[in-house]
């Protein structure tokens, strides 16, 4: 009982077409998805991050110039991971238990680990879906790239390497 | 279809046929669920932050006679990397098809900026301008409809970040002070 409607539109056509338009909205709401899980666990890695970069300053065997610093960096970590622990959750995700203990970090370690963090949350930005997410990681990011330069600096090296700053793949993602 | 047209016709719904076009019209998504990317959108968001390379370029040039010793060689490290950022949003938004912002006369720079007389007003303002161009990266960061984008504006300002906490720690305070960096002023 196909015939003209409104329009002179198929009837049969319609039908198909809204079928079409279901089934997409379906492929969209499933790929929607599938991205907001990738968002939970890149705020579960960052969380993971944030816990050992908080341990290792709070405990790194660092000269007396630097423990300030260290002191101050363990708080912007603990601040991090609170945050990031808060989206986690709203989002029906929970963090991994952070380590208790773990080897003392000397300033070389310390700055391999903000390497790490910098390339982490580079990685995330390209993938993120959530746009508050992008901003608070992004922010978390910069956070970081100042701890790098302080780090660098410590250290004698020069501390600005690079225009284009993407630090270092964290090596528990290398193989992701 | 652009997103912002009005409601499509049946006639049109029909036309664009298929299931993801179909889904992808009721959400206004890609079918990742990601926003439908706008190159052209994109253009302009990524010569907002190229002008303020060219504004940084300009500034540090005009504080530059003030400063000396390692403030000077901070700044000319600065404004290399400012002017190989710029280099390379404009082969991106030429990419995008878009029309790469050129820089402002040095007049017309001058006009706008603050009045320069020592050292420690150079530094001020380059603080002050690190500060904005952070900012304006985190704000292309969220807009660009093309997550491909990112990875260049993310390793931009985690430079531009950099920058900030070396010419605040030239003015004499803590370099590092806050856990997240949005180049909001403290």
Do not use: W
Request: charged share 25%; glycine share 10%; hydrophobic share 45%.
């Amino acid at each position: 009982m196909s015939g003209p409607v409104g329009d002179g539109t198929d009837r049969r056509e319609l039908l198909g077409a809204a079928a079409a338009a279901v089934g997409g909205a379906l492929v969209t709401a499933s790929g929607a998805s599938g991205a907001a899980r990738r968002d939970v666990e890149f705020l579960r890695e960052a969380v993971a991050l944030e816990q050992r970069l908080a341990l290792a300053f709070a405990t790194a065997a660092v000269p007396r110039p630097l423990a300030a610093q260290s002191r101050l960096f363990a708080r912007h970590a603990r601040e991090h991971a609170a945050t990031l622990t808060a989206s986690l959750r709203r989002r029906g995700g929970n963090p991994t238990p952070p380590a208790a203990r773990g080897p003392r970090a000397f300033p070389p370690a310390l700055l391999r680990l903000e390497e790490e963090a910098v390339g982490f949350y580079h990685r995330a930005l390209g993938e993120l879906r959530d746009t508050r997410l992008i901003l608070f990681m992004a922010s978390a990011m910069t956070g970081h790239a100042q701890q790098l330069v302080v780090l660098r600096q410590a250290l004698g090296r020069e501390p600005l390497p690079h225009a284009f700053e993407s630090g270092r793949t964290p090596a528990a993602l290398q193989l992701g | 279809m652009s997103l912002r047209s009005p409601q499509p016709t049946r006639r049109e719904l029909l036309a664009l046929g298929g299931a993801a076009a179909g889904g992808a019209l009721l959400t206004g998504c890609g079918a990742d669920g990601a926003p439908k990317r706008d190159p052209k959108r994109d253009a302009g968001l990524l010569n907002v932050v190229l002008a303020y390379e060219h504004t940084a370029i300009a500034a540090y040039r005009a504080g530059g006679r003030f400063l000396t010793g390692g403030a000077r060689g901070l700044a000319d490290r600065i404004v290399a990397q400012e002017r190989a950022h710029a280099s390379a949003l404009v082969r991106t938004i030429r990419g995008l098809g878009g029309r790469p912002v050129g820089p402002l006369l040095a007049d017309e720079y001058a006009r706008s900026f603050p009045r320069l007389r020592t050292q420690a007003d150079a530094l001020r303002f380059a603080r002050d301008l690190e500060r904005r161009i952070v900012r304006a990266y985190l704000e292309a960061l969220q807009q660009v409809s093309d997550p491909r984008l990112r990875p260049q504006l993310a390793a931009i300002v985690a430079c531009e970040a950099e920058h900030l906490a070396l010419v605040t720690e030239r003015n004499g305070e803590a370099p590092a002070p806050d856990a997240f960096v949005t180049g909001k002023e403290r």
